[in-house]
């Protein structure tokens, strides 16, 4: 049973305009989520996360929201930039102890200049 | 970026083979993990190590075992090699183990035939 969801395996976006990438969990447990890119032939980069304490959190471009009561969190992207086209994973951790973080199976962004 | 090789970074062995990878950190941190990554599976985690000969199974750890004798480097082993086995392998490593970011390794390509 899949504890991370990323139901869109690929989006498009034109630069400039706005990305929005989305991931769902099912595990309440989960209190502390996290955002990773990956470029073709490298491992996977951190790229923001965020506390369940928290409802938003900002980094530059990228803003990551999460509504618990929904299980839900979205990573956007603002502007957009073809560099930014790579596979965006979504990963739950559920706090001391777990030592783990679950991952969803990743959306590939495109951004199209 | 973090100091993590992993090596080799592609390999292809037959069947029935014996298979190590090596992920080696130059930043002293105390938790290692090694992950599988394949189409529509995102990324799995295989085995992980939360100090020196202190390791643990991951989601998809049948057919592997993990040794870490010393902080800087964690040992992945295929005793016997499947072509199911086939993907790529990333090593991560993290400072704090839960509620921290882990830092990915470039991932070794490895083929089963």
């Known amino acids: 049973d899949q504890q991370v969801k990323q139901n869109s395996p690929s989006l498009s976006v034109q630069e400039g305009r706005i990305s929005i990438l989305n991931c769902d969990y099912t595990n309440s447990m989960f209190d502390y989520f996290l955002w990773y890119k990956k470029y073709p032939a490298e491992g996977p980069t951190f790229l923001i996360s965020i506390s369940s304490i928290k409802d938003k959190n900002e980094d530059g471009r990228f803003t990551v929201f999460l509504n618990k009561s929904a299980k839900h969190l979205s990573l956007h992207i603002v502007p957009s930039q073809p560099g930014d086209s790579a596979v965006y994973f979504c990963a739950a951790d559920s706090g001391a102890g777990s030592y783990q973080l679950t991952f969803g199976k990743g959306t590939k962004l495109s951004v199209i200049p | 970026d973090a100091g993590i090789t992993q090596s080799p970074r592609h390999k292809v062995t037959e069947t029935g083979t014996p298979v190590t990878l090596r992920c080696h950190q130059t930043e002293n941190h105390r938790y290692m993990y090694w992950y599988r990554q394949d189409p529509g599976h995102g990324l799995r985690l295989i085995h992980y190590?939360?100090?020196?000969?202190?390791?643990d199974k991951g989601e998809v750890s049948d057919g592997y075992s993990v040794s870490r004798s010393k902080t800087e480097d964690f040992l992945l082993t295929l005793e016997s090699a499947t072509s199911s086995q086939t993907s790529v392998y990333f090593c991560?490593?993290?400072?704090?183990?839960?509620?921290?970011?882990?830092?990915f390794g470039p991932g070794t390509r490895l083929t089963v035939t």
């Open positions: 991560a490593i993290s400072e704090f183990g839960g509620q921290g970011e882990q830092y």
């Open positions: 190590s939360y100090g020196v000969k202190d390791t």
